[in-house]
Nanobody, 125 residues
């Protein structure tokens, strides 16, 4: 059973950057689409970035497009989320996820079945 562990969250000022990492163990991210979600208290988890299994297509929520970049290193079994020009609206718990079955597009939240425990990102103004 694959497990995902996020790291890299923290406190950053407006306009700053962070890079989140997601390390997979007990399984692989190679051949699987992966994604990043975020959630704030009282709100539903929102899908913000997805990477197809072969990294040929990527999806970004409009509010993060141009500022966030999802990437992966299959040899390290790690997925990344580079976040630039952060705003207070980006404050949330961030979760990485892997799709249930291989060779997916990483486009639809319903296809994700394995989640990490999350890492908190707080952007101060």
């Amino acid at each position: 059973q694959v497990q995902l562990v996020e790291s890299g969250g923290g406190l950053v000022q407006v306009g700053g950057s962070l890079r989140l990492s997601c390390l997979a163990s007990g399984g692989t991210v190679s051949r699987y689409a992966v994604g990043w979600f975020r959630q704030t208290p009282g709100k539903e988890r929102e899908f913000i970035a997805g990477d197809s299994w072969d990294s040929r297509t990527r999806y970004y929520k409009d509010s993060v497009k141009g500022r966030f970049t999802i990437s992966r290193d299959n040899a390290r079994n790690t997925v990344y989320l580079q976040m630039n020009n952060l705003t207070p609206e980006d404050t949330a718990g961030y979760f990485c996820a892997r799709e249930r079955t291989p060779y997916g597009l990483g486009r639809y939240p319903r296809d994700f079945g394995t989640w990490g425990q999350g890492t908190q990102v707080t952007v101060s103004s």
